[in-house]
């Protein structure tokens, strides 16, 4: 039967090549079909002529087998493999560059036009701006290859922000309202910097006859080689270079310098003054902000910290009736001036013009508070006050908290009497101020108390937080005797 085959294909007249794309009839059946034929004598090589059209919606799902003696078949395999891919339309995005080869810039967010190419993303200034022919107008591009991608909320209080980090030390963060749209850049981007990292060398392949890039694939000769990843990342040649051999020479110079310097530096730790010298010389200043308050206490001579003091008696004089107070947050940049002096003991008169707005005062009191190391509710103490605020009797409730107020320690007690006397005066201008014990105590729960561990519900937390400070405030009289004398 093989032999009438062979005569019929010999007799047959010469046609052109007929090329069919294959039908997909059977799961099995896949984009390469492949005529092998027959041999009388087992020790002959086998033969095959394969006649293949490959198509972007027929590429094999699995890998094919790779038979080295035929070249022709390991390129059908190595085709077959390549995947498609996929370049995201220009798009409006927001986005700043805060650092610049590792030198940290000042972070300005601008609407850019962002594109994505296989292993680059293109910013421009507007839309016209990438059609555009004319020599200023050019896109900043950031190379993806050995970039890395990932979702951030430290770097901006915006939602929806993921920094890209380059292979030189450049960060740029991405920000769209819409979560959608960033998931889908940030899926994309990734995909693009897996693809050009690991594509032997970071140079983009194209399809034939199309403009579509396709990642390298790791059946590509010379995938993962030495030099190709010098062409990936150059920055890292040096380090590549050092480490591939094993055995390390150095000179009996290079270990007299190491001797050298290790004595110099031991020298210097044992000369170098201490802590206490420099407090003495007044090189180094105890801090305000961020010490613990039984500390500073104690340095202070007082159980009150003199800064509260001071900041509580200027909102009595100039604040009470403000709107808003506590509640509005004053400029950041003149906090922080203020913080700055308080912390380098400068003399602080807080009725300076500088101080007007009595909203920087109140943020500065705030900040105080949240940056203790304990806060002003100690750790030990947060579970009980969380108990105590369950109990449904109002009696038994004041004097368990009562209770446990008197158990803090005295620049703690003393410190939150001073407070809460203060915040019952606010709440008797309410009307003008139109603050309430729930705004007070939604602004001041997770000021003064939080758990050590966040190993709780943070939620749950917060809605304790804010009780516990409500009634302490609503019951101060009681609670701490403001009607005795």
């Not at 939602?159 to 963060?173: A, D, H, P, R």
């Not at 202070?300 to 509640?327: H, N, S, W």
């Not at 105080?368 to 806060?375: I, S």
């Not at 750790?379 to 004097?399: G, L, N, T, Y």
């Amino acid at each position: 039967m093989a032999g009438t085959r062979i005569t019929n294909l010999q007799s047959a007249p010469k046609q052109p090549p007929l090329i069919q794309s294959p039908q997909r009839t059977t799961p099995g059946q896949g984009a390469v079909q492949m005529r092998i034929k027959s041999s009388q004598n087992s020790g002959d090589r086998l033969s095959q002529s394969k006649s293949m059209v490959l198509q972007d919606a027929d590429l094999p799902q699995k890998q094919i087998s790779r038979h080295r003696r035929n070249q022709s078949q390991h390129n059908v395999a190595v085709t077959a493999m390549l995947e498609p891919y996929v370049e995201l339309k220009g798009e409006n995005l927001n986005v700043a560059k805060i650092s610049e080869s590792g030198k940290k810039q000042r972070k300005n967010w601008t609407s850019m036009w962002t594109m994505l190419t296989a292993d680059q993303l293109l910013f421009y200034k507007d839309k016209q701006q990438e059609t555009s022919q004319k020599p200023g107008a050019k896109a900043e591009v950031v190379q993806l290859c050995g970039a890395v991608i990932e979702w951030t909320t430290e770097k901006s209080s915006r939602k929806n922000v993921f920094q890209v980090t380059t292979n030189t030390g450049s960060e740029y963060l991405l920000q769209v309202d819409s979560y959608s749209t960033a998931s889908k850049w940030y899926d994309t981007v990734r995909k693009a910097i897996d693809s050009s990292t690991k594509a032997d060398g970071g140079f983009p392949l194209r399809r034939s006859n199309s403009t579509d890039y396709l990642p390298r694939h790791s059946s590509l000769p010379g995938y993962g080689s030495t030099s190709n990843t010098k062409q990936c990342n150059p920055v890292h040649r040096r380090s590549i270079n050092m480490f591939s051999s094993s055995k390390l020479k150095h000179s009996t110079s290079d270990s007299a310098d190491k001797n050298g310097v290790k004595n110099r530096l031991k020298k210097f730790i044992i000369r170098r003054p201490s802590m206490k010298t420099l407090q003495e010389k007044g090189l180094i200043k105890d801090r305000v902000f961020g010490c613990h308050l039984l500390t500073l206490c104690q340095r202070e001579g007082t159980t009150v910290p003199k800064f509260v003091q001071i900041c509580v008696d200027a909102v009595d004089k100039r604040g009470l009736e403000v709107d808003g107070i506590y509640r509005v947050s004053g400029n950041l940049a003149t906090i922080q001036k203020l913080r700055f002096l308080v912390d380098q003991e400068e003399e602080l008169d807080l009725d300076h013009s500088q101080w007007e707005d009595i909203h920087v005062v109140t943020g500065a009191l705030k900040m105080f508070f949240r940056e203790l190391p304990e806060p002003l509710f100690p750790f030990r103490f947060f579970q009980p006050f969380v108990d105590a605020v369950k109990i449904k009797e109002s009696k038994h409730k004041i004097q368990t908290v009562k209770k446990l107020i008197q158990e803090l320690p005295k620049p703690n007690q003393d410190t939150m009497k001073l407070l809460f006397s203060h915040l019952h005066r606010v709440l008797a201008f309410s009307r003008k101020n139109l603050m309430s014990t729930q705004g007070i105590g939604i602004v001041f729960g997770p000021t003064l108390m939080w758990p050590e561990l966040d190993a709780g519900n943070m939620a749950v937390n917060m809605v304790y937080q804010n009780q516990i400070v409500e009634f302490i405030l609503i019951e101060s009289q009681e609670i701490f005797n403001l009607n005795r004398k």
